[in-house]
C-alpha cells in the first residue's frame, strides 16, 4: 500500500521510482524536496535536507512505518527546510510559477546596504 506525507515543500512516499512512475514499497521511502521550485537550492543545502531525512529516518528505525510517522518525518522536514530559509541558506525563487510565501516574507536587502 502507497503511504504518502506531502507538505509545501516536502514530499515522502513508500515508493520507488521507476520509469516516472511510483512502485509502491514496503522498504523504500523516496524523497522529493521542493516540488513546485519555489526555493532557490544548492547542492550543499540539498545534502542537508537528504542527511536531515536520514537522520529522522533512522531515529523511527524499528518502528511501524504508519501514515503518522511517516506525516512527523515530513512535517519535521518542513521545519528543517523554514529554518534553512530563516538563516538565508535557502531563499525565495521568485521567477517561480507559485509565490506563495508561507514561510514568511523574503528578506530583501537594501540597494544602499550592499
Do not use: C
Not at 519535521?76 to 516574507?105: A, C, I, P, T, W
Amino acid at each position: 500500500m502507497l503511504l504518502k506525507s506531502t507538505t509545501r515543500h516536502i514530499h515522502i512516499y513508500t515508493a520507488e521510482v521507476d520509469k516516472n512512475e511510483l512502485i509502491p514499497s514496503e522498504s523504500v521511502l523516496t524523497l522529493d524536496i521542493d516540488p513546485d521550485n519555489e526555493l532557490v537550492w544548492d547542492e550543499d543545502a540539498l545534502q542537508r535536507v537528504y542527511a536531515k531525512f536520514d537522520d529522522l529516518v533512522e531515529a523511527y528505525s524499528g518502528e511501524d512505518l504508519t501514515d503518522y510517522n511517516l506525516r512527523r518525518i515530513g512535517s519535521d522536514l518542513e521545519h528543517y527546510v523554514r529554518s534553512l530559509l530563516q538563516k538565508g541558506v535557502v531563499g525565495y525563487n521568485l521567477s517561480s510559477r507559485v509565490r506563495n510565501f508561507s514561510m514568511g516574507l523574503p528578506q530583501v536587502v537594501p540597494a544602499d546596504a550592499q
